[in-house]
Antibody, heavy 118, light 106 residues
Framework: QVRLQESGPGLMRPSETLSLTCSVS????????WSWIRQSPGKGLEWIGY???????FYNPSLKSRVTISVDTSKNQFSLKMSSVTAADTAVYYC????????????WGQGTMVTVSS | SYEVTQPVSVSVALGQTARITCGGN??????VHWYQQKPGQAPVLVIY???YRPSGIPERFSASNSGNTATLTISGVQAGDEADYYC??????????FGGGTRLTV
């Protein structure tokens, strides 16, 4: 059974660069798309972007200028970097397996809370 | 940009049928997916590509999509179905878009 586990800092200062990693276990990262999704406290879900195992990426236009997603197939991991964070980036960040790049997210990690505060 | 609209809350009696809608311009022409999220947990896919149930999701969960409205139907609602439900689709302008979520109260 495929499992996803996010890891990264829980607390950040404004203007710093957020770095999160998603470790995939129980299956190969190859032949799939992989996405990052976030949820601000008490709010809904926002898709951040995806990466295909080959390295192709696609980002939410509203976040594109600050986001980079990368993949390390040798470690079965993919990562998110988001620059110049502000309090508005405070959220639970989820990684998820993305079926086709335009359809459903069929497997989700448990999520990791990131708080941006001075 | 493409937007989808969900009711903030839906209430249903135990054992009855709950219907949660997801409205959007010509949403019937798009694939719609539904997620269940319980407090403190990650979302779980309950319906994908309009009508399909992932393995392990009870048959009580069904859905339809036509015109400007997609609908998630939960038959014989149980106490454990109380959760937030989100619809999700794709549009060329906004890429992946989620509805604001509906709190189902049993």
């Amino acid at each position: 059974q495929v499992r996803l586990q996010e890891s990264g800092p829980g607390l950040m200062r404004p203007s710093e660069t957020l770095s999160l990693t998603c470790s995939v276990s129980g299956g190969s990262i190859s032949s799939y798309y992989w996405s990052w999704i976030r949820q601000s406290p008490g709010k809904g879900l926002e898709w951040i972007g995806y990466i295909y195992f080959s390295g192709n990426t696609f980002y939410n236009p509203s976040l594109k200028s600050r986001v980079t997603i990368s993949v390390d197939t040798s470690k079965n991991q993919f990562s998110l970097k988001m620059s110049s964070v502000t309090a508005a980036d405070t959220a639970v960040y989820y990684c998820a397996r993305d079926s086709t790049g335009v359809d459903e997210f069929d497997i989700w990690g448990q999520g990791t809370m990131v708080t941006v505060s001075s | 940009s493409y937007e989808v609209t969900q009711p903030v809350s839906v209430s249903v009696a135990l054992g009855q049928t709950a219907r949660i809608t997801c409205g959007g311009n010509s949403i019937g022409s798009k694939n719609v997916h539904w997620y269940q999220q319980k407090p403190g947990q990650a979302p779980v896919l309950v319906i994908y590509r309009d009508v399909y149930r992932p393995s392990g999701i009870p048959e009580r969960f069904s859905a339809s999509n036509s015109g400007n409205t997609a609908t998630l139907t939960i038959s014989g609602v149980q106490a454990g179905d109380e959760a937030d439900y989100y619809c999700q689709t794709w549009d060329s302008s906004t890429t992946r878009v989620f509805g604001g979520g509906t709190r189902l109260t049993v």
